[in-house]
């Protein structure tokens, strides 16, 4: 098995080789060009588009597959479960009830069904069986709920950090680099200036505009000196968002 080291590495060798490929391809230089002249960084812009290409969905199967069994065992301890307490409950199931049938047994001795049935045990089967599927509902949510945000997650940052160096959000140019990063990576994917534009405004604006309005806050009262100290810290923008 690999080391952390290692494999931290072979990733930094993909993302330069992702990266090499992302500027060999025509227009590339030129959108960066755009983008750094109004302000941008280009080796943050570069490792963020390789960011956004990086497969994110590895887990996807391992997740999903650990859904199935984990509902299956709760499926297979139900089915268990209902079944073995109908056996147990039948009084056919036990001994003594032959013995009264041929009139060799004393029926005042024997217990009833009920009573011998087992059916705290049945109740236990049950409940492993609920939380089964409660993990099984994790996972769902999971793969529901986590799994578009983290496909997402590089793109709003990419559009953040354009925003946050130039002040302007340069829609088209990101369409532009979105889809040769995805054409380096080997992928067909191809982004649109309207795509870019609508993604913005549903996920990114809303997380600026919040932004903005805690640092209007918390610049009340500030001197000067210290408004031009803060703003000069705009490196924890992404972060803080």
Same mark, same amino acid.
């Given at each position: 098995?690999?080391?952390?080291?290692?494999?931290?590495?072979?990733?930094?060798?993909?993302?330069?080789?992702?990266?090499?490929?992302?500027?060999?391809?025509?227009?590339?230089?030129?959108?960066?060009?755009?983008?750094?002249?109004?302000?941008?960084?280009?080796?943050?812009?570069?490792?963020?588009?390789?960011?956004?290409?990086?497969?994110?969905?590895?887990?996807?199967?391992?997740?999903?597959?650990?859904?199935?069994?984990?509902?299956?065992?709760?499926?297979?301890?139900?089915?268990?479960?209902?079944?073995?307490?109908?056996?147990s409950l039948a009084p056919s199931s036990y001994a003594?009830?032959?013995?009264?049938?041929? #009139?060799?047994?004393?029926?005042?001795? &024997? +217990? =009833?069904? $009920?009573?011998? !049935?087992?059916?705290?045990?049945?109740?236990?089967?049950?409940?492993?069986?609920?939380?089964?599927?409660?993990?099984?509902?994790?996972?769902?949510?999971?793969?529901?709920?986590?799994?578009?945000?983290?496909?997402?997650?590089?793109?709003?940052c990419l559009l953040l950090e354009v925003w946050l160096?130039?002040?302007?959000?340069?829609?088209?140019?990101?369409?532009?680099?979105?889809?040769?990063?995805?054409?380096?990576?080997?992928?067909?994917?191809?982004?649109?200036?309207?795509?870019?534009?609508?993604?913005r405004q549903r996920y990114v604006v809303p997380r600026? #505009?919040?932004?903005?309005?805690?640092? &209007? +806050? =918390?610049? $009340?009262?500030? !001197?000067?000196?210290?408004?031009?100290?803060?703003?000069?810290?705009?490196?924890?923008?992404?972060?803080?968002?």
């Open positions: 098995m690999d080391s952390w080291k290692t494999v931290a590495e072979r990733c930094d060798r993909k993302e330069r080789e992702l990266r090499r490929r992302i500027l060999s391809i025509p227009g590339s230089r030129r959108e960066l060009l755009r983008l750094t002249k109004a302000g941008a960084d280009q080796g943050r812009i570069l490792t963020l588009l390789a960011s956004a290409v990086t497969d994110t969905t590895w887990w996807h199967q391992g997740a999903r597959r650990n859904k199935q069994n984990l509902e299956s065992i709760a499926n297979q301890l139900e089915t268990v479960a209902n079944h073995a307490q109908r056996i003594t009830f032959w013995l009264e049938m041929s #009139e060799m047994g004393d029926p005042k001795r &024997a +217990k =009833s069904a $009920k009573e011998r !049935s087992p059916t705290w045990l049945f109740g236990l089967m049950r409940q492993y069986a609920k939380h089964c599927r409660d993990r099984a509902g994790c996972f769902s949510t999971l793969l529901k709920e986590y799994a578009p945000r983290q496909r997402r997650a590089m793109i709003d160096r130039t002040r302007q959000y340069h829609d088209k140019e990101v369409a532009s680099l979105l889809t040769n990063a995805f054409e380096a990576a080997g992928l067909k994917r191809t982004f649109t200036e309207f795509q870019i534009q609508k993604h600026i #505009e919040a932004y903005l309005e805690r640092e &209007a +806050k =918390s610049l $009340k009262g500030m !001197s000067g000196k210290d408004r031009l100290h803060r703003a000069l810290q705009g490196n924890d923008f992404i972060s803080s968002v």
